[in-house]
């Protein structure tokens, strides 16, 4: 009996064993297969302010949010952010590319662009234009349109909005083309127009495509093919975009007109097509890019001042120390005004132009913090919340440059932790050059310019609600302001530099 049930009891152990090494790892592996992370079951999905619900579904389920239905990550927090997407970039570097997307010529934009070698290639074209080594080759165009912007604010103070949209659509055609374009112009129009038609097909992607994929081989005239002209009228207004700034630059430097950045990559590349397509795409993603994300900042820290007189108070009183008063501040100035570092922080922090990013893609099942994040999963980087969350930034929701100012780093920190430029290895490519343009004309306004409330006819404040438009790009809705030079002595200096430029 004892010998029986020690063999037993041997057996026992043994197939306990052989059931450790053999089914452990697959009972192991379906559990942790069914185990994603949180989330709300079959939920409505925000079209508007999507960012403060998926906050609201983090503060409800935690970090990660899982939406099964549509294999849809929410990210709320700034640590599993850098963990997924920048530590484990080579799996979450890719993009959703729908074919109503591919069909009206998105394929051709960075951003846009899978996970693949065009995507490299194209990408390391943008880094050798927009790396931080060299990016004081656009200081010129910065000064001069930063300088306009000063200018125009001077003397039509209540177009501000209409002048910070020229400020950020015609510094990439200054700064790529060497070409003078306003928002108005027949340049801009085009690129803005090549912009609407892609965001609606973003928006509303065509059902037969997107079900039956081989119907883009098919003419607009057969049946179910109708999205086929919308699709044409898209590429074409892209391709117009890509190719009219882009031989006018080229022209300008035939004619002894001037260089210019494309200009001169065209002349290297003369005689290779596939090279010359991606530098005007390069173009064209550029300002399509800039335009948005520059006047959202920009004018988020017009609004933000106008509300926080104190705030420019303090920002006017480093300046005239360490600059003075009698020229405008430069970029060799920036390391000299904590301060001011300290509000640009802070409005990167309070307002990102794209609150939940550009969404990545997951190429590979993946297991994180003990779930499982199944491949083909989007990923939506919520910035946002990240940016709000109280445990790094105590009382959120105020604009508080202290904290950057008294911060054991202090302000100067690196650009990666602005966390409104994204993230990995999708991360924006233009940052550097974005940097410099929002924190020169932080600086350059507040050196010239008084920003305060508007008054009504009885001498009374104007109340700011300060409301947001709630879409993918967020900046402010309109409303009044007072602008005005500090002094006479700032509105001389203003004046005589927009001469000189
Ligand atoms: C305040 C200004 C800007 C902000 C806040 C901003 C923000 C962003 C964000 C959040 C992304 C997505 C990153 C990710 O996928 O994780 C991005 C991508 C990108 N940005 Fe910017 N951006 C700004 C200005 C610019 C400028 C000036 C340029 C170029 C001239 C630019 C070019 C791009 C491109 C090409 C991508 C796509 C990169 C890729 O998919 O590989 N951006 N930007």
Redesign the pocket.
């Known amino acids: 009996m004892a010998a029986s049930s020690s063999l037993l009891a041997l057996c026992g152990i043994a197939t306990f064993a052989i059931s450790l090494l053999y089914f452990l790892p697959r009972r192991r592996q379906s559990f942790v297969a069914r185990s994603y992370p949180p989330g709300p079951k079959s939920p409505n999905m925000p079209a508007l302010d999507a960012w403060i619900q998926y906050q609201e579904w983090g503060r409800e389920y935690g970090d990660l949010v899982y939406i099964q239905e549509k294999n849809m990550l929410i990210l709320n927090n700034f640590h599993a952010a850098v963990d997924l997407?920048d530590k484990r970039a080579r799996i979450y570097s890719d993009?959703a590319l729908t074919n109503t997307m591919k069909v009206c010529g998105a394929d051709t934009l960075?951003?846009a662009?899978q996970y693949s070698d065009k995507?490299r290639r194209n990408?390391k074209l943008?880094q050798q234009i927009?790396r931080q080594s060299i990016c004081n080759r656009f200081y010129p165009a910065q000064y001069k349109k930063i300088h306009q912007f000063l200018h125009r604010l001077t003397v039509a103070p209540e177009e501000f909005m209409q002048h910070t949209t020229s400020l950020s659509q015609g510094l990439?055609y200054a700064a790529l083309y060497g070409l003078d374009i306003g928002s108005e112009d027949p340049f801009s129009q085009k690129a803005v127009q090549a912009a609407n038609l892609l965001a609606q097909a973003i928006v509303a992607p065509f059902p037969a495509i997107e079900r039956f994929p081989w119907l883009r081989f098919m003419p607009p005239w057969f049946p179910g093919c109708g999205f086929q002209r919308i699709a044409i009228g898209c590429v074409q207004a892209i391709k117009e975009a890509d190719t009219i700034p882009f031989e006018k630059a080229v022209d300008n430097l035939k004619m002894g007109m001037g260089t210019s950045l494309v200009a001169e990559l065209a002349l290297e590349n003369e005689g290779r097509p596939t090279e010359i397509e991606e530098i005007k795409s390069m173009g064209t993603?550029?300002f399509l890019?800039?335009s948005d994300?520059?006047l959202?900042?920009i004018s988020s820290f017009l609004l933000t001042m106008t509300q926080h007189p104190e705030v420019q108070s303090k920002a006017q009183a480093e300046i005239d120390h360490v600059i003075g008063r009698d020229r405008l501040p430069t970029f060799e100035d920036r390391l000299s005004l904590p301060y001011v570092e300290s509000v640009y922080r802070e409005l990167?922090r309070m307002h990102?132009?794209?609150p939940l990013?550009?969404f990545?893609l997951s190429t590979e099942d993946d297991f994180y913090r003990g779930y499982h994040i199944p491949k083909g999963c989007l990923v939506v980087?919520n910035?946002w919340a990240m940016n709000r969350d109280p445990n790094v930034y105590p009382e959120p929701d105020k604009f508080i440059p202290e904290r950057f100012l008294n911060s054991p780093t202090g302000p100067f920190t690196k650009i990666n932790n602005i966390i409104?430029?994204?993230?990995?290895?999708?991360?924006?490519?233009?940052?550097y050059?974005?940097d410099n343009?929002?924190w020169l004309a932080v600086v350059s306004v507040l050196a010239t310019l008084d920003l305060r409330k508007a008054k009504d006819n009885e001498g009374k404040d104007i109340d700011i609600l300060g409301e947001y438009c709630k879409t993918f790009f967020r900046h402010p809705l309109p409303y009044r302001s007072a602008i005005t030079p500090r002094d006479l002595q700032a509105r001389n200096l203003i004046l005589a530099t927009a001469m000189v430029d």
Do not use: D, K
Not at 425 to 431: H, K
């Open positions: 997407l993009r960075l951003s662009q995507w990408r943008f927009f990439i993603t550029s890019a800039a994300t520059t959202s900042s990167m990102p132009p794209v990013g550009l990545h980087p910035i409104a430029f994204g993230f990995g290895r999708r991360v924006c490519v233009g940052r050059m974005a343009t929002v």
